[in-house]
C-alpha cells in the first residue's frame, strides 16, 4: 500500500460546478496536510495549508482533513475553467520533519 | 505566499555536457531546499534535500555524482547535472522551506531535454 493515495482522473466538470478533491493515506504519523495546484509545465502552487483535523476556507477552496479515517478532501465551489490543472495532496509528520509526502495528482478539467 | 524562482525554465543540452539549474528564495531565507523529479503524468519524486552550508542527502537511488548540488546560502541552491543523457530529460523542481511545521514553495520549475 502507498502512503498516500490519490485518484489520478481525469476528472471533468462542467463550469459552476462543486469539485471534490480527495485523498486517503496510511501513515498515522502525517500532522501537516497540503494541497497544490499544478498548471501544465509548471511548479506546484499552493493552496491550503492545514495542521491537524479540522476544515479550513479560502474563498471558493475549503480543505478538510480526518485524521481518524485518514482521508483529506479539497472542495471547489463555483469551479472556473481557470481551475482546470493537476491538484496533488501532500503530507508531512511535522516536528522536526521536512520531506513532504505527495499523491499522484488528480487532473480537472472545468468546461465551459 | 514566499516566492521561490527556478532558472532556467526550458534547457536543450547536448549529451555529455553538464547542466546546472538555479533556484532563489526571492523574498525569505530558505533553510532548507528541496530539488524533485517529475516524470509525465507522475507526482514529484524528491531526489535531494539540501541544507545552506552542508553536504546534500540524496534519496535511495539517486546518484550523487550525477546530480550535484550546492547550497551555498541560505537563498540559493543550485543543481548540476553533469554528463547529462537522454535519460536524464525531465522536469525539475525545487522547493524551499524557512523551518519545520512551514509550508513548502515551489519553483516554476525546468524542463531539462538531453539531444
Known amino acids: 500500500q502507498k502512503e498516500v493515495e490519490q485518484d489520478p482522473g481525469p476528472l471533468s466538470v462542467p463550469e459552476g460546478a462543486i469539485v471534490s478533491l480527495n485523498c486517503t493515506y496510511s501513515?498515522?504519523?502525517?500532522?501537516?496536510f497540503m494541497w497544490y495546484r499544478q498548471y501544465s509545465r509548471k511548479g506546484p502552487e499552493l493552496l491550503m495549508y492545514t495542521y491537524s483535523s479540522g476544515n479550513k476556507e479560502d474563498g471558493r477552496f475549503t480543505a478538510q482533513v480526518d485524521k481518524s479515517s485518514k482521508y483529506i478532501s479539497l472542495f471547489i465551489r463555483d469551479s472556473q475553467p481557470s481551475d482546470s490543472a493537476t491538484y496533488l495532496c501532500?503530507?508531512?509528520?511535522?516536528?522536526?520533519?521536512?520531506?513532504?509526502?505527495f499523491g499522484k495528482g488528480t487532473k480537472l478539467s472545468v468546461i465551459p | 505566499g514566499a516566492v521561490v524562482s527556478q532558472h532556467p525554465s526550458r534547457v536543450i543540452c547536448k549529451s555529455g555536457t553538464s547542466v546546472k539549474i538555479e533556484c532563489r528564495s526571492l523574498d525569505f531565507q530558505a533553510t532548507t531546499m528541496f530539488w524533485y523529479r517529475q516524470f509525465p503524468k507522475q507526482s514529484l519524486m524528491l531526489m535531494a534535500t539540501?541544507?545552506?552550508?552542508?553536504?546534500?542527502?540524496?534519496e535511495q537511488g539517486v546518484e550523487k555524482d550525477k546530480f550535484l548540488i550546492n547550497h551555498a546560502s541560505l537563498t540559493l541552491s543550485t543543481l548540476t547535472v553533469t554528463s547529462a543523457h537522454p535519460e536524464d530529460s525531465s522536469f525539475y523542481i525545487c522547493?524551499?522551506?524557512?523551518?519545520?511545521?512551514?509550508?513548502?514553495?515551489f519553483g516554476q520549475g525546468t524542463r531539462l531535454t538531453v539531444v
Open positions: 539540501s541544507n545552506e552550508g552542508s553536504k546534500a542527502t540524496y
Open positions: 501513515n498515522s504519523a502525517f500532522q501537516y
Open positions: 522547493s524551499a522551506q524557512t523551518g519545520t511545521g512551514t509550508e513548502a514553495f
Open positions: 501532500a503530507m508531512k509528520s511535522g516536528a522536526g520533519s521536512y520531506q513532504l509526502t
